[in-house]
Structures are given as structure tokens and as C-alpha cells.
């Protein structure tokens, strides 16, 4: 299947603190989508990308559909002790929707 | 309220028992989907289903069956499971594209020992 570099795979930031995470793919992507997983929990779509160059906000967060349609990034802006989770980028070359490996975030207060 | 049951939501068994995992959504999607979620690897689909009768193998299907004789239900099938399949399993579900906001399960967390 397709592969998806996610990085960094962990980051431990203070409370109040800025996020950056980003995804690459070695193919094109028709769609990006960043998700969220609590503990215990299933991912949740935090924002979906369509196309190429696309920036949207979601309170917070804002995330971006590269120009070349192979790679996504997500900022997190002030983080709060909630943002903690795993985050996932996941996108379609095809049909199929391949996650990449996770961003594991922790806030220290 | 809309959303994705799954049971059991924990599984402890034994290699070659065979095992059901359900799951059903009320959302009336057309597009379910089964993940498994391993440390370091993110979620690898198993199979996915664009909608009644039709099923389509993911990443790593191998061990896996899975059917689609209604659209709200997609079990995971485990013939004859082996200590690999140790993970923690997600169903989702969403529109027939795909690409719109899938709905996850709870999760199902499954030892083989």
C-alpha cells in the first residue's frame, strides 16, 4: 500500500506553546484529512483537505494541502492540556485511505 | 444519535478459536471499513466495503474475512486467529466515497495468546 511519513512521531510541548506536524507522501494525494485519537478512543476528523494549496482552520488548528499535492501539515495554535492525543494524518491516492504512523503530543502544564 | 457500535470491545482468546467482531453504524453509510492499530504504524486497513455485497481487501487482509450482507453490518472475521493478531481493531464508516468523515468505532482490543 501507500506510504505515509508522518513526523515527528512524538513531541512533548509547554501548555500555551505552538504545534507544527506534517505528512509527505512519495505519490499524489486527492485528499488530506488530520485526525485526532483520545485515549481509549477512535480517531475523529479534525479537518478534511480537497485541494491543492488549500489552508482551512478549525479553531486552533489549521492545516494545509500542499501545492504539489504530496504533502500536509497541521498547526496547533496555544495548546491546551486536551490537546494531548495521537494525531494522524490520512489521505487518498486512491479509493483507499492510508494513515500515516501518528504524532504522539503531550503538554506539560 | 449517530455512530459505530462495536463488540466485544475487549478479547482475550486463544490461536485458532475462531472469533467474530461486529459492528454496526445507524448513519446509513455505504462505505465501512475495518482497521487494525499497531504502535508505530498508525492504522492498516483489513478490508473495506463500498456497500452491500461489496467487499475489497486493504493493506493487511491476510487472516481476515469479513462480510457485507446488510449496509449497517460489516463483521471482522477471524478464521483461525494467531498471536499477530494481536491489536487493537477499528470499524468505521461514511458516505460512499470514503473521503468524507469517517466515523469510527470504539475500538476493539483482541489478545491471541
Known amino acids: 500500500g501507500q506510504q505515509l511519513n508522518q513526523s515527528p512521531q512524538s513531541m512533548f510541548i509547554q501548555e500555551g506553546e505552538d504545534v507544527s506536524m506534517n505528512c509527505t507522501s512519495s505519490s499524489i494525494f486527492n485528499t488530506w484529512l488530520w485526525y485526532k485519537q483520545d485515549p481509549g478512543e477512535g480517531p475523529v476528523l479534525l479537518i478534511a483537505?480537497?485541494?491543492?494549496?488549500e489552508l482551512t482552520s478549525n479553531g486552533r488548528l489549521t492545516a494545509q494541502f500542499g501545492i504539489t499535492r504530496k504533502d500536509s501539515f497541521l498547526n496547533i495554535s496555544a495548546s491546551i492540556p486536551s490537546d494531548v492525543g495521537i494525531y494522524f494524518c490520512?489521505?487518498?491516492?486512491?479509493?483507499?485511505?492510508?494513515f500515516g504512523s501518528g504524532t504522539q503530543l503531550t503538554v506539560l502544564p | 444519535e449517530a455512530q459505530v457500535t462495536q463488540n466485544p470491545r475487549y478479547l482475550i482468546t486463544v490461536t485458532g478459536k475462531k472469533l467474530t467482531v461486529t459492528c454496526s453504524q445507524n448513519?446509513?453509510?455505504?462505505?465501512m471499513s475495518w482497521y487494525r492499530q499497531d504502535p508505530g504504524l498508525g492504522l492498516r486497513q483489513i478490508y473495506y466495503?463500498?456497500?452491500?455485497?461489496?467487499?475489497d481487501k486493504g493493506d493487511v487482509p491476510e487472516g481476515y474475512k469479513v462480510s457485507r450482507k446488510e449496509k449497517r453490518n460489516f463483521p471482522l472475521i477471524l478464521e483461525s486467529p494467531s498471536p499477530n493478531q494481536t491489536s487493537l481493531y477499528f470499524c468505521a464508516s461514511s458516505t460512499w466515497t470514503g473521503a468524507d468523515t469517517q466515523y469510527f468505532g470504539p475500538g476493539t482490543r483482541l489478545t491471541v495468546l
Open positions: 483537505l480537497y485541494k491543492a494549496g
Open positions: 490520512a489521505g487518498h491516492p486512491s479509493r483507499q485511505l492510508t
Open positions: 448513519m446509513n453509510h455505504e462505505y
Open positions: 466495503s463500498m456497500n452491500v455485497e461489496v467487499t
